[in-house]
């Protein structure tokens, strides 16, 4: 991940978190990963196309806790780092506002 990249990755969570402190140990130390993850996304089917390439992958960093290792994902298409588009399908969960 570029350094500009992932001080708008920093920028972007930083404005969103709620609480700094591991919801597992309740330190604060974490670090971020600079690669770039890929969760691979199915279509309504349930079925995997591992050569959908950019719409059949969710691009995440990984958010790390460096004391007890709890791990969190951030979607670079939502921290704006991530340009492409990509297909998904907004829906309201129980118990959120
Ligand atoms: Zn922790």
């Not at 920093?10 to 990963?33: G, I, M, Y």
């Not at 309504?44 to 958010?63: K, N």
Request: contains cysteine; charged residues 25%.
């Amino acid at each position: 991940m570029k350094a500009d990249d992932l001080e708008a990755l920093l920028a972007f969570v930083e404005s969103k978190q709620k609480t700094v402190d591991c919801p597992r140990c309740h330190t604060n130390h974490w670090s971020v990963t600079g690669p770039v993850h890929a969760l691979v996304a199915g279509d309504d089917g349930g079925r995997i196309d591992f050569a959908a390439g950019a719409y059949g992958a969710l691009p995440l960093a990984a958010i790390i806790c460096t004391t007890c290792g709890y791990t969190e994902f951030v979607s670079l298409v939502v921290a704006g780092v991530e340009k492409r588009p990509q297909a998904t399908r907004p829906i309201r969960r129980r118990g959120t506002r």
